[in-house]
Structures are given as structure tokens and as C-alpha cells.
């Protein structure tokens, strides 16, 4: 991509958090001491028993940064830098963070006439859990028919070698057939099962109310690429390894799956360089990070034959314009509302014929938490 550059790291961190003191580990802990730590508060920060998820967010990112060598560098010559004293600024500059702090960002309003795939979800019926060789049976039963037809197409009896070719054309022909039934019947069973596993539902997980991102991106999910067919929607998945819901939101359809992670940010122009660095306005971001990279590898890991890609949607944390060059690093784009509907959609929409019940099972079985009953 013209004009990026690459960075050490992509890591961030908040003015208000010391990462030491969140983890209560001396700052001369050792990766060790961190991790235990880590997974002491885990157990009773996570929204699953009782903590909330901007607060164990901020956990994992102190955990990330404190037992990554590089990072821990970055942070920490961070703090000394902030521990000195600060040049002078002006008051209005620093209050221009959190001045409206009543400030929510606006829905996704894409007009569906302006989606070139928005008519697939208008013409073609959804589709059911496996293509089934429907025309399998006929295929071996119109050859085997057409070989036995051969005798009385011909003048005569047939010569005895011919006699005993034809004979075992006809049996290849009766094998093949047997074969196509049996296809078609596994086919046909694999399907019923998945239609009673999971229905017509399209949607897997519950999704945060909060912070007000995760929100929109759920009703953005639901309002549009949900109506593709073929697509199901998943909230909260751990990615292959982990016990946490370490991504946010997913869409899967046919064999193409893109994790979503919603971030509010400060307005500006966003991009992931070659190496995974998060960049805005041109200078390394240390405001805020992505999970999503190690998310992707995983996945991609996982699902061996399903195109993987991952997508941090920037919605504006106060009055202002979010820009993005959507051009991926280490699988990650960074994206606005409005650019996703329309790439994304576009993307998936190329695949949405089928529904693979093996992935979608994978899948589905990441899924950390299910709506209450």
C-alpha cells in the first residue's frame, strides 16, 4: 500500500490504567507472575461471573502488553515518558477528548437499493445445510438403463466377447448407481440433521449491550448481512484454544468467515500496516488495540479450507469524520460501518449458496454463552 509504513508493535494504553497495578504485579514481575495473576483476576473479572466487559477487555489488553517482551518495552518507556513532567498545553486541548461525553454514534443507514448484492436476498429462497446430489439417482439409473437397452438396439445376438463386455458395463453401471443412492441418501440424512440442530435460526450468541460499538454492530449484523442467504451470525466466540468470548461478533457464509471486532475511537483516518500495526493520521496508534489478528491465525488454523479474514469497525467516539484504507494487514482491515456493509456484504455474498453444516457445527461450537431460554 503507498504511504504505510511499519512499526515495532501495535501495542496501547490507557492514560487513567497503570497495567501494573490492574494486574498487582511489581513492575519487575516476571512473565510467570503475570500470567498467574492474570488468570487469578480472570476468574472473577469475566461478564460470565460477574465482571463487566470493558473492564475485562482492559484486563486482557494489561495481560497481552505485560507478557509480550516487546511490548512491555514499548509500554514501558511509555509511562517513563508520561512519569515527566508535561510541557505546557492549552486546557481546550486535552478537554477535546471528553467533551461529549453524552456523544453516541449514529446507526449504519445504507440504502439497500445502493447494495449490488442486496437482490440476493430478495429472489433466492434460502438455501438448506448441504447441496444434496439430487440428480445423483437418475444419473445411474438412466446409464444402467440405457446399457441394458443396448441387446435390442443391435440386429442379432451379440457375439460372445461383446456378450461379456456389455455384461460388465452393465454391472460398473448398476455399482455406480448404488454408489449415487447411497450418496444421495447420506446426503439427505446429514441434512435433516442439521435442519433439526439448528432450524432456520441465522443468529448464535448473545451480544454485549455495552459498550455501545458491539450494539450497533449487532443490529448493523441482523439488519443486513443476516438477510443473505446462507449467512449465520455469531456473538461471543473464543477463538481455538481459549475459554473466552475473544471475538465479538461473526459472520459466516459458505466458506468464508470474517471476524468483527467494534471499537469507538477518536475521529480520524485508520489503517493496519503490513506487519499488523495500527496506525491514525499517519503516526503508530497507541490508543486502543485489535485482538483480532491472533484471532484470525486461529481460525484460519481451524478451519482448514474456509477464507478467514478479520475486520475492526471504527465507530467515532465524539462529533467528527472516521476514515479507513481498508487494505488488510496480517488478515485485519479496518473499516467504517458503512464501507463493511458494502465490502463485506459484497465479499460474503459471493458465497452464500450453501451452508456447509460441518463449518457452521465448528463454528457454532465456539460460541461462549446462548441466550437464556
Known amino acids: 500500500m503507498s504511504g504505510r509504513r ?27 507472575e503475570v500470567k498467574s495473576a492474570y488468570r487469578a483476576l480472570a476468574k472473577v473479572m469475566h461478564p460470565d461471573t460477574g465482571g463487566t466487559a470493558g473492564t475485562f477487555r482492559l484486563l486482557k489488553s494489561a495481560y497481552e502488553t505485560l507478557s509480550d517482551s516487546r511490548r512491555r518495552a514499548e509500554y514501558d518507556r511509555g509511562t517513563a515518558t508520561q512519569a515527566a513532567p508535561p510541557p505546557p498545553a492549552p486546557r481546550t486541548k486535552r478537554r477535546m477528548y471528553r467533551d461529549e461525553p453524552a456523544f453516541v454514534p449514529a446507526a449504519v443507514d445504507v440504502p439497500p437499493s445502493t447494495l449490488p448484492w442486496w437482490h440476493l436476498t430478495k429472489h433466492q429462497p434460502r438455501i438448506g445445510y448441504v447441496r444434496t446430489p439430487g440428480h445423483a439417482p437418475a444419473v445411474g439409473t438412466a446409464l444402467a438403463g440405457a446399457l441394458l437397452a443396448v441387446p435390442l438396439l443391435l440386429p442379432g445376438s451379440l457375439p460372445p466377447f461383446l456378450l461379456v463386455c456389455w455384461l ?18 447420506a446426503a439427505l440424512r446429514a441434512q435433516r440433521a442439521a435442519q433439526a440442530e439448528f432450524g432456520e435460526r441465522t443468529v448464535f450468541g448473545v451480544a454485549d449491550a455495552e459498550p455501545v460499538g458491539e450494539r450497533l454492530t449487532a443490529d448493523l449484523l441482523v439488519n443486513y448481512l443476516a438477510r443473505l442467504p446462507g449467512a449465520r451470525v455469531f456473538h461471543g466466540l473464543s477463538r481455538p484454544g481459549s475459554v473466552f468470548a475473544d471475538v465479538e461478533h ?16 477518536l475521529p480520524g483516518h485508520y489503517e493496519v500496516d503490513d506487519d499488523g500495526s495500527l496506525w491514525r493520521n ?20 481451524h478451519l482448514p479450507g474456509v477464507d478467514v479474514r478479520g475486520v475492526v469497525l471504527v465507530y467515532p467516539s465524539r462529533s467528527g469524520e472516521i476514515t479507513t484504507d481498508e487494505t488488510p494487514g496480517l488478515g485485519v482491515s479496518t473499516m467504517t460501518p458503512t464501507g463493511f456493509v458494502r465490502e463485506v456484504g459484497g465479499w460474503l455474498a459471493d458465497d452464500c449458496a450453501i451452508v456447509d453444516h460441518h463449518v457452521l457445527r465448528a463454528v457454532r461450537a465456539r460460541v461462549v454463552r446462548e441466550p437464556a431460554a
Request: overall charge negative; charged content about 20%.
Open 250 to 265: 461473526a459472520v459466516l457464509c459458505g466458506h468464508r468467515l470474517v471476524l468483527i471486532e467494534s471499537k469507538l475511537w
Open 282 to 301: 499517519g503516526h503508530p496508534f497507541r490508543g486502543g488495540s485489535s485482538d483480532l489478528f491472533e484471532a484470525v491465525a486461529a481460525f484460519a488454523e
Open 168 to 185: 460388465a458395463l452393465v454391472a460398473a453401471a448398476i455399482a455406480v448407481a448404488v454408489r449415487l443412492a447411497r450418496l444421495y441418501l
Open 6 to 32: 511499519s512499526a515495532s508493535g501495535r501495542g496501547a494504553t490507557l492514560d487513567e490504567v497503570d497495567y501494573y497495578e490492574l494486574l498487582g504485579v511489581r513492575r519487575d514481575a516476571s512473565a510467570g
